[in-house]
C-alpha cells in the first residue's frame, strides 16, 4: 500500500469517531519507530488555560477514552503499522477562556 493511501485510509478511519470538543483536527504522520514501520496521529486541540484548572482534569480521561477507541481499529486496518498518538496545542487558536 502506498504512503498516501495509508494516510487516506487512516484518516477515514479516524474522523469515524466522534472527537472530544477541544480537538480541533489531527493529522496522520507516517515513519518509523525502533527500525519499525509506524504512524502518528496528532491531535490539534484548543489551548488550555495557563496553570492547573479544571479543564485540564477534563480533557484526560477524554484523550484516554479517544485513544482506546481510535487504537484497535488502525490496528486491525494495518498489521504491519503501530499506531502512536500525540496530542498537541493547536498553535493558530487562541486559549480558552478562564
Same mark, same amino acid.
Given at each position: 500500500m502506498? $504512503?498516501?493511501q495509508i494516510i487516506d485510509t487512516a484518516r477515514e478511519i479516524v /474522523?469515524? $469517531?466522534a472527537l472530544p470538543d477541544f480537538v480541533t483536527r489531527f493529522e496522520?504522520? &507516517?515513519g518509523e519507530f525502533d527500525g519499525d514501520p509506524a504512524m502518528w496521529i496528532v491531535f490539534k486541540m484548543l489551548p488550555e488555560?495557563? /496553570?492547573w484548572n479544571p479543564e485540564v482534569e477534563r480533557r484526560a480521561p477524554l484523550i484516554g477514552? &479517544?485513544?482506546d477507541t481510535v487504537q484497535p481499529d488502525l490496528l486491525d486496518a494495518?498489521?504491519?503499522r503501530f499506531p502512536y498518538f500525540r496530542f498537541e496545542t493547536d498553535r493558530e487558536l487562541k486559549p480558552v477562556a478562564e
Open positions: 502506498k $504512503h498516501s /474522523g469515524r $469517531h496522520v504522520r &507516517l488555560p495557563p /496553570g477514552a &479517544l485513544i494495518f498489521e504491519d
